[in-house]
């Protein structure tokens, strides 16, 4: 609960826009200056989780001065410059709220709210990966949850006991959004067998803010679409986890929450998973029909990448429907709308989209179809193109490249190629890479005999069986 002394009635000061993080960004789209920063952060040994949305949070304002990780990497882009010189308030002015003592809450309207949920937490700077392990959302003063992917907390606790949940800020919603992003990076690092069962907590708690409400209605409008974004990553989990089930509640939940708010790009992203989900699924014209209504959804938004996307899932369809005419005319487009390039309207959720995941998905498409030695060609310039931080994707395109071999009589070109999925499999948990490779061993088995193959399949058979 709040403290008495918190002035929760005063309206939240107007964030400046940092004019000076906008001119340093220069011609580049706010997607392509976080990719940078991805960049710079690997070169000093740092993570961040820097994407389209954060650049955008940073240059209105509304994060006032980054934690200690962002600070090493922006210091070391700009060398000889200050965070002043960058256009953030010194850390002191942002701390200090007037000599809070340590057991002092922040009120939700404190007019001096920095949001930026990552800089209340110096342990961040250390490992930003275990922060996703440990840090959740804040509400009333107090911390809703003791981790992201962790324990339920305060908030929930009292819409469970049927008491009234207090009305969410503007912190409660960047606390949601900071989730929603750490989920996908540990994703797309290391896979999502390990990270579901504990992402229900943070859902759960996400849609207890959600009933308890705003007091403004664009603080309202993040947090309903903040809550249909987890859910798509809570489903994403689930689908690559194996639990379509899930997956498909969790997928409607979020198309529900969309519609309610009238969010098409909510509601696209919703049916672009949908789509994806349905032809794992074996229900190819589902995927079809779910592309396509994304693709209605998506179309006043004005992302040429997110159009490509949706392309790529129809094509997915159409190859499960073996209508090779209706997915070659799919990629068609997909490739068209790709090379348009990046714009300020993809949505954040895309960052994982370039020309790797391009390759890949058309890998895919040409498998179903049976065209092996095309799908193999598009699933090694996948694999050759993934930017080898992301672990569980240069995974996944190797597992691709090594079943395409197989299927595609080059045994020993296959079991090379799943050699250096074994190798990644420390790092990475995820029940479709998995399933991948089992295939594939089952197709070498003929060809034990073959050294390299024998070796694959030895090690493969080695594996953990809960793997």
Not at 108 to 117: I, L, R, V
Not at 211 to 227: E, K, P
Not at 345 to 358: I, K
Not at 408 to 416: I, K, L, N, S
Request: charged share 25%.
């Amino acid at each position: 609960m709040a403290s008495s002394t918190a002035t929760s009635a005063q309206p939240e000061r107007p964030p400046r826009p940092n004019l000076a993080f906008r001119r340093l960004r220069g011609k580049r789209s706010p997607a392509e200056f976080a990719a940078a920063v991805r960049r710079a952060a690997r070169e000093i040994g740092e993570r961040v989780s820097c994407d389209a949305r954060y650049v955008g949070r940073v240059e209105a304002g509304e994060i006032r001065c980054p934690n200690y990780a962002y600070e090493r990497v922006f210091l070391h882009m700009f060398p000889g410059r200050t965070l002043t010189d960058l256009g953030f308030a010194s850390r002191s002015s942002v701390r200090g709220r007037q000599a809070r003592t340590a057991g002092e809450s922040r009120g939700a309207g404190e007019p001096y709210e920095t949001h930026d949920t990552q800089d209340l937490y110096e342990t961040h700077d250390d490992n930003e990966e275990s922060d996703v392990l440990r840090r959740a959302f804040i509400t009333s003063g107090a911390t809703v949850a003791a981790a992201s992917l962790g324990p339920l907390g305060p908030a929930l606790d009292a819409a469970a006991a049927g008491h009234p949940v207090r009305r969410a800020g503007a912190g409660e919603a960047g606390a949601l959004e900071e989730a929603v992003r750490r989920i996908r990076l540990l994703d797309d690092r290391h896979g999502a067998d390990g990270l579901y069962r504990r992402a229900a907590a943070p859902l759960r708690t996400a849609y207890a803010l959600l009933d308890a409400g705003a007091s403004r209605q664009a603080t309202a409008d993040r947090l309903c679409t903040g809550a249909g974004e987890l859910a798509i990553s809570v489903g994403w989990l689930a689908h690559d986890s194996g639990r379509f089930d899930d997956a498909r509640s969790h997928y409607a939940e979020a198309l529900a929450t969309a519609r309610l708010n009238g969010d098409p790009g909510l509601e696209a992203h919703a049916f672009c998973n949908m789509a994806f989900l349905a032809r794992d699924a074996g229900r190819p014209r589902e995927a079809v029909r779910a592309a396509q209504a994304a693709r209605r959804a998506a179309g006043p938004l004005g992302s040429d990448r997110l159009m490509s996307l949706l392309a790529l899932r129809e094509a997915g369809g159409w190859a499960g429907l073996a209508d090779r005419v209706g997915c070659e005319q799919a990629l068609a487009r997909a490739q068209a709308f790709f090379e348009r390039g990046r714009s300020d309207a993809d949505p954040e959720w895309m960052s994982f989209y370039g020309e790797a995941e391009l390759e890949g998905l058309e890998a895919q498409c040409w498998s179903t179809l049976g065209d092996w030695p095309r799908a193999a060609r598009h699933a090694r310039r996948a694999a050759d193109l993934q930017d080898p931080h992301f672990t569980r994707n240069l995974a996944l395109y190797s597992a691709e490249l090594a079943d395409d071999l197989a299927r595609g009589g080059r045994p020993d070109e296959a079991a090379g190629a799943g050699m250096r999925v074994l190798d990644l499999l420390g790092e990475v948990q995820s029940s479709r890479i998995h399933t991948m490779l089992a295939g594939t061993a089952r197709v070498l088995l003929p060809h034990r005999r073959a050294s390299d193959v024998s070796t694959f399949l030895d090690r493969h058979a080695a594996l953990p069986r809960s793997a």
